[in-house]
């Protein structure tokens, strides 16, 4: 499971490298197509209002920036669908909140 907001982060990540030259158009398209063929397999979450409303609360940890919110909201509404739902991060404010909240959180 995994919100839009990662499908658009990703991207934005590949076109940031062929702007700057980090990676060949044929790396960035080999990256994008393994990202399509992975997505395909994944829950996507839409970033609708009862998302973004949860993301406007404070959480646990704060502060928190604005993209991370919304993961996070993301990440609350989908444990609705998904109890046991996992949240993967190396974010220490983000790992914190998150264990608050009753996440497992991994890397461990």
Not at 18 to 44: K, T
Not at 92 to 104: M, P, T, Y
Request: include cysteine.
């Amino acid at each position: 499971m995994a919100s839009d907001l990662t499908l658009v982060e990703c991207d934005r990540v590949l076109i940031r490298a062929r702007a700057l030259d980090e990676l060949s158009e044929s790396q960035a398209q080999h990256c994008r197509s393994r990202l399509v063929e992975a997505s395909n397999h994944w829950y996507i979450l839409k970033l609708g209002a009862e998302i973004v409303e949860r993301a406007r609360l404070p959480f646990p940890h704060e502060p928190i920036r604005t993209l991370d919110a919304l993961h996070m909201a993301s990440a609350l509404i989908g444990r609705t669908a998904i109890p046991d739902l996992a949240l993967l991060t190396l974010d220490e404010r983000i790992r914190l909140s998150a264990k608050e909240l009753g996440f497992k959180v991994l890397p461990k």
